[in-house]
Antibody
Framework: EVQLVESGGGLVKPGGSLRLSCAASGFTFSNAWMSWVRQAPGKGLEWVGRIKSKTDGGTTDYAAPVKGRFTISRDDSKNTLYLQMNSLKTEDTAVYYC??????????????????WGKGTTVTVSS | QSVLTQPPSVSAAPGQKVTISCSGSSSNIGNNYVSWYQQLPGTAPKLLIYENNKRPSGIPDRFSGSKSGTSATLGITGLQTGDEADYYCGTWDSSLSAGGFGGGTKLTVL
């Protein structure tokens, strides 16, 4: 069974740091592109960023609100995805979901969708 | 501020059909594929539609997707009380080089 399990959430003060982990199982993690999506309390979904597989370059892209503060990385030997969050702000308070991302070009258009989601981990930034 | 625009809510009676719209621009929906997600209360989102109109294995054919120009539509027929959820559209924005979602639409089955 394909499974993603996030961990590492908690309460942190503004300006602080936190590292989230996502343990993957049931599929070939090293071949997968992965992403993080967050959802603030009572709000909609917000894309945080993505990381390509190492065979596709292993590069990352981020949403504007987190660029320069958040870093996505992966350890294929541990089948684990990470989200390092620095300089946290109150507006970063959200449930953070880890997902498998399908992204590519088809007939000159990009397809982009997430077919497997973890249950999420809650991050609260408050003094 | 969401990249894509959805109505905040829609409602219909059990057994009826409902459509949910998703409006964007040429840099996102106009030139890229759209996906749709269902989020039941208290749970993680679930993929319903990908590449505009394809259904993953296990998604009933009561759910359908279409796209025209810079807008996309999710259709749900034979509404059931279990369909009450928030629905989100998603796509890639080529100008922003970033993923984007709509603000979400709450479906109420009366």
């Amino acid at each position: 069974e394909v499974q993603l399990v996030e961990s590492g959430g908690g309460l942190v003060k503004p300006g602080g740091s936190l590292r989230l982990s996502c343990a993957a199982s049931g599929f070939t993690f090293s071949n997968a592109w992965m992403s993080w999506v967050r959802q603030a309390p009572g709000k909609g979904l917000e894309w945080v960023g993505r990381i390509k597989s190492k065979t596709d370059g292993g590069t990352t892209d981020y949403a504007a609100p987190v660029k320069g503060r958040f870093t996505i990385s992966r350890d294929d030997s541990k089948n684990t995805l990470y989200l390092q969050m620095n300089s946290l702000k109150t507006e970063d308070t959200a449930v953070y979901y880890c997902t498998i991302l399908w992204f590519g070009e088809l007939f000159l258009s990009y397809y982009y969708y997430m077919d497997v989601w973890g249950k999420g981990t809650t991050v609260t930034v408050s003094s | 501020q969401s990249v894509l625009t959805q109505p905040p809510s829609v409602s219909a009676a059990p057994g009826q059909k409902v459509t949910i719209s998703c409006s964007g621009s040429s840099s996102n929906i106009g030139n890229n594929y759209v996906s749709w997600y269902q989020q039941l209360p208290g749970t993680a989102p679930k993929l319903l539609i990908y590449e505009n109109n394809k259904r993953p294995s296990g998604i009933p054919d009561r759910f359908s997707g279409s796209k025209s120009g810079t807008s996309a539509t999710l259709g749900i027929t034979g509404l059931q009380t279990g369909d009450e959820a928030d629905y989100y559209c998603g796509t890639w924005d080529s100008s922003l080089s970033a993923g984007g979602f709509g603000g979400g639409t709450k479906l109420t089955v009366l």
